[in-house]
C-alpha cells in the first residue's frame, strides 16, 4: 500500500482532518509516520487552513508502533509526526476511538488537544512486550498528569478508559460513544482555532510529589513481579528522566533506554507471546467466518471448586448464569464459597461492594434440569468420573434447546466417550478452565472426534467473551496443556528419589520465573487429586512408572495446605511453605529403599530435567496432531501454568536452547533412566532436520 492510501486528508471548511487508515488498528507501519508528516506540514503551510484534526479510520485511532517491524534495523525517520506536530503553527487536535496505545498515544500527547469518545481506551503498553514509549511517551505524559500518574500507567501498561482518561488529564474532552467523533473534532478545532500561544506539552514541568521518592517505591513494589526483567526497570528509569533533565535530554535518555531493550531476549519473547496468542485465535480446520453461537445466557452443573469459579467467570463478564447442583445443601455450600471469593476481592480492594452484589445477584440456583433448559450454555463441573460425567449428559441433552453449546470441564476423561452417550456428539465439546478457574486465564478449548468446527468456534468466542485466553487442541488423555505437564510432574518427584529435595527444586523454578515452586502449587491444589489419577492409570497400565514418595505423602494424610501440611508444612492461617524434616527423612528413607544412594543436583539439571521432559511430551503431542502447532503449547503453559511470559513458553524457551541440543540431552537421559526419556519421533526428525520446535507443524503435514 502507498502512504496515500494509508494516511489521506480531508478538508472541512477552516478544518484540515488527517486520516490514518491502515487496518485492522492502525498501526504505525511503514509509510504511516511519513504519511502522517505529510498532510500535516501541508495543512500547516496551507493559508486557507486554521486548524487541523487527526484521526483513526475504521475500528481505531493508532494502536501503536507496527510490533513486527521491531529489530528490523529500519532507518530512523528523517522527520518524525512528533516533529510535525510540533512545529505546527496551527493547533491540531487528536480525536481518539477505539484504542490509542504506545505509539498512537504518544502521537496524541505530542498534540495540542486530545478529544475522545467515551468507549475509547489510551495507555502506554509498551512494558508489556518489553519495551517502554520510546516516541516521547515517558517525556510527555508526566509532564501533562504528573511523574507519580504516569509512573503507574507506564509500569503496569494498562488501558486507561477514556472517563478516567480525562480525569488524570490526558484528554481535554470526552464525548458520548454514539456521537459522530469526526463531527465533534472539527467542532472542538474550530472552538481553539484562534486561540493562542499554542499549549505544548514539552514545555511543561514534571514535578514530583513532595517528601516521596516514587521510584524507588516503584522498584520496591514491581520487584517481585519484575524478577528477571529489565524493561520495566527502564521505564522507571526513562520517567525518572522527565523529572530530572530538559526535555530535550529526556528524549536522548528515553531512546538509549529504548535501544537497550528492542533486541533484548525479554523483549523477543514478549513480542513473540503477544502474536502467538493471536495465532492461537487462528484454527486451520475451522474456515474463517464459521457462525459463533451468541450467548446471553449460561448454566453451570456442580458448585464444587471449579463449578464455582466458572459461574463466577460468567458473572464477572456480566452475563446471567444458573448453577445446577444434586442438592440445596451442595448449592449452598458452592453460593457461601462464590460469596466468600467475591468479598475477599473487595477486602483486597480489587472489588467495590457494589460491583460484588450486581455479580452474585447475576448467579442464581437450579436443581432441576428442566430448569436450566433455556441456557446458550451448558458447563459441566461434576465429579471426574466417566459414569458421573455421562449421567449428566444424558441430562442435559434430554432438556437443553437444540442450538445450545454443551460443554465439559473434564481434566483428563475421553471427550468422545461423553459425547456418544447424546443424541448429539457433534454438539460436545471440552471447556477446560484452570484453578482458580475465575482467576486463571488459560480455556483450553477440546475438540472431540464429532465436534463440529461451529461448536469449536463457538466455544472459542466463548472464552474470549468472558476475558480468557482460549486455545485449541484435539482429544486424548490429558489433552495437550495438562498432558504436556504430567512428565514434568512426575519427573519432580522422581528427582527426589535420587536426592533432591522439595526446596531446592521449588527455589530453582522460582529463580526460572515461575511465581511458585511446583511443590508449593502440588500443595496449594490439594495433593489428592494428583493421587486418584495415579492411581487410576496405573490400574489401566501395568507399565505405568508410579510415585510411591508422593502417594506415601498423601497416605500419611499430607493433602497440601488444606491439612497444613503436604510437601511443605504451614503454620496455621499462614500459607508460607516451610521445609519439613519429616519430608527430608522420608525422601531419605525411601529413596535408600529404592536401592538410590542420594546425589546432588546442579540448578541446571533440574531445570532441564523438568522441562525437556515435557518438551519431549509436547513433540508426541504435535505428532499426532492434538495440537495445531508450538506457539498453542506456549500460549497454554503461559496462561495455565504461570511459565514465565518473558520466557515465551516451554517451546520458544527450548528453541533458546537448540533442537539439537535437547534432542542430545534428552537422548542420554533416555540411556540412562529408561523409556520414559524415550525421545520422539518427531523431536529426533526436527534434530536431523534441523527445523525448530516452532516449525515443527512444518514437519508433521
Ligand atoms: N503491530 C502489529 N500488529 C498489530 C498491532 C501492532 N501494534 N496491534 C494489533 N496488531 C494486529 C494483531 O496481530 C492482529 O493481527 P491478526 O488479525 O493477523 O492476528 C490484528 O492486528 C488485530 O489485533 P487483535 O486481534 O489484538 O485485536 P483486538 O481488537 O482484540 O485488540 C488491541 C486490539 C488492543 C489494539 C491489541 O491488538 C493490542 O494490544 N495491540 C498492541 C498494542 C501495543 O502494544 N501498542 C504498543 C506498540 S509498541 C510502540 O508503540 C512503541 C513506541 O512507543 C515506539
Ligand atoms: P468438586 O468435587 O469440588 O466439585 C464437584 C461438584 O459436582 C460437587 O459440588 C458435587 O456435589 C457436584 N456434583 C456431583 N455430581 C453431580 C450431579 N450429578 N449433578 C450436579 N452436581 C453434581 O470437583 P472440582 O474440583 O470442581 O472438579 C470438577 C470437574 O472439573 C472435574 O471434572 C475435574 O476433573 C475438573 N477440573 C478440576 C480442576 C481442579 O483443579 N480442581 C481443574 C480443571 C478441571
Redesign the pocket.
Known amino acids: 500500500m502507498t502512504e496515500q492510501n494509508l494516511v489521506y486528508f480531508e478538508r472541512h471548511g477552516d478544518i484540515g482532518v488527517v486520516i490514518v487508515d491502515n487496518p485492522p488498528v492502525n498501526a504505525l507501519s511503514p509509510g504511516v509516520p511519513e504519511g502522517i508528516v505529510k498532510h500535516i506540514d501541508a495543512g500547516a503551510a496551507d493559508p486557507a487552513i486554521k486548524a487541523m484534526v487527526v484521526i483513526g479510520a475504521g475500528r481505531s485511532f493508532i494502536a501503536g508502533a507496527d510490533i513486527r517491524q521491531f529489530g528490523k534495523g529500519r532507518p530512523p525517520l528523517a522527520r518524525k509526526p512528533y516533529d510535525a506536530y510540533e512545529q505546527s503553527s496551527k493547533p491540531i487536535v487528536a480525536a481518539i476511538h477505539g484504542y490509542a496505545l504506545g505509539g498512537g498515544l504518544e502521537n496524541a500527547l505530542a498534540c495540542h488537544y486530545r478529544i475522545a469518545v467515551a468507549s475509547a481506551k489510551v495507555g502506554l503498553p509498551e512494558v508489556l512486550i518489553g519495551l517502554l514509549p520510546g516516541g516521547g511517551g515517558t517525556q510527555r505524559l508526566p509532564r501533562l498528569i504528573g511523574p507519580k500518574a504516569a509512573l503507574d500507567l507506564i509500569v503496569s501498561g494498562r488501558h486507561v478508559p477514556a472517563p478516567e482518561a480525562a480525569e488524570l488529564g490526558i484528554l481535554d474532552r470526552v464525548v458520548p460513544s454514539d456521537a459522530d467523533l469526526k463531527l465533534e473534532a472539527i467542532k472542538f478545532a474550530n472552538e481553539i482555532s484562534d486561540k493562542r500561544p499554542l499549549r505544548l506539552i514539552r514545555d511543561l514541568v514534571a514535578k514530583l510529589p513532595e517528601g516521596e521518592d516514587i521510584f524507588e517505591a516503584k522498584k520496591k513494589e514491581i520487584s517481585r513481579r519484575a524478577r528477571n526483567q529489565i524493561a520495566p526497570y527502564n521505564n522507571i528509569k526513562a520517567v525518572q528522566a522527565a523529572v530530572e533533565m530538559q526535555f530535550d535530554d529526556g528524549l536522548k535518555r528515553e531512546r538509549e533506554l529504548f535501544e537497550e531493550l528492542v533486541n533484548s531476549n525479554e523483549s523477543k519473547a514478549l513480542r513473540y507471546a503477544f502474536f502467538a496468542e493471536r495465532e492461537a485465535q487462528k484454527l486451520p480446520d475451522v474456515p474463517k467466518g464459521t457462525p459463533v453461537k451468541t450467548i446471553k445466557t449460561a448454566a453451570v ?9 466458572i459461574a463466577m467467570c460468567f458473572a464477572d463478564a456480566g452475563i446471567p448464569v444458573q448453577v ?4 440445596e445443601e ?1 448449592l449452598e ?2 453460593f457461601e464459597r462464590i460469596r466468600n471469593n467475591y468479598e475477599v476481592s473487595v477486602k483486597r480492594g480489587s472489588l467495590e461492594a457494589a460491583e460484588m452484589v450486581k455479580r452474585v445477584a447475576l448467579i442464581s440456583k437450579a436443581t432441576a434440569y428442566e430448569q436450566i433448559a433455556e441456557a446458550d450454555v451448558v458447563i ?6 466417566m459414569g ?2 455421562q ?2 449428559f444424558k ?1 442435559i441433552d434430554r432438556v437443553m434447546k437444540p442450538d445450545a453449546l454443551l460443554l ?6 475421553d471427550i468422545d466417550q461423553i459425547a456418544e452417550v447424546t443424541s448429539r456428539p457433534e454438539k460436545i465439546g471440552g471447556a ?6 475465575n482467576v486463571m486465564k488459560l480455556l483450553e478449548v477440546v475438540k472431540g472426534a464429532k465436534t463440529t468446527p461451529e461448536v469449536t468456534a463457538s466455544t472459542m468466542a466463548l472464552g474470549k467473551l468472558i476475558s480468557k485466553a482460549p486455545a485449541a487442541c484435539g482429544n486424548c488423555d490429558g489433552f495437550l496443556a ?1 498432558r504436556s505437564r504430567t512428565p514434568f510432574n512426575s519427573e519432580m518427584v522422581i528427582m527426589l528419589e535420587e536426592g533432591c529435595l522439595p526446596e531446592q527444586v521449588d527455589k530453582v523454578m522460582v529463580e526460572f520465573g515461575y511465581p511458585m515452586g511446583p511443590f508449593a502449587v502440588g500443595d496449594l ?2 495433593l489428592d ?1 494428583g493421587y486418584a489419577g495415579r492411581k487410576r492409570r496405573a490400574e489401566a497400565d501395568p507399565n505405568y512408572r508410579t510415585l510411591p514418595i508422593a502417594d506415601k505423602l498423601v497416605e500419611m494424610g499430607r493433602l497440601g495446605q488444606k491439612t497444613g501440611a503436604g510437601w511443605f508444612k504451614y503454620e496455621k492461617g499462614d500459607r508460607t511453605p516451610h521445609p519439613d524434616p519429616i519430608v527430608t527423612d522420608l525422601i531419605n528413607l525411601m529413596s535408600k529403599d529404592m536401592g538410590n544412594t542420594p546425589r546432588s543436583f546442579t540448578d541446571e539439571e533440574i531445570l532441564k530435567r523438568l522441562l525437556f521432559s515435557s518438551v519431549n511430551e509436547a513433540c508426541k503431542i504435535l505428532e499426532e496432531k492434538i495440537s495445531y502447532r508450538a506457539s498453542d503449547v506456549d500460549i497454554m503453559w503461559l496462561y495455565g501454568f504461570g511459565f514465565p511470559r518473558y520466557r515465551g513458553g516451554l517451546m520458544y524457551w527450548a528453541d533458546g536452547i537448540g533442537v539439537q541440543q535437547v534432542y542430545n540431552q534428552i537422548a542420554a537421559w533416555h540411556q540412562a533412566y529408561g523409556d520414559r526419556w524415550a525421545p520422539s519421533d518427531l523431536l529426533r526428525r526436527l534434530a536431523d532436520k534441523k527445523v525448530s520446535f516452532r516449525e515443527a507443524h512444518t514437519l508433521v503435514g
Do not use: D, R, Y
Open positions: 452443573v456442580g458448585a464444587g471448586t471449579m463449578g464455582g469459579g445446577l447442583e444434586i442438592s451442595a455450600k458452592g459441566e463441573a461434576v465429579f471426574e468420573e458421573v460425567k449421567q449428566v441430562e465439559t470441564n473434564t481434566s483428563a476423561l477446560h478452565f484452570f484453578s482458580p478457574a495438562n491444589a490439594g487429586i
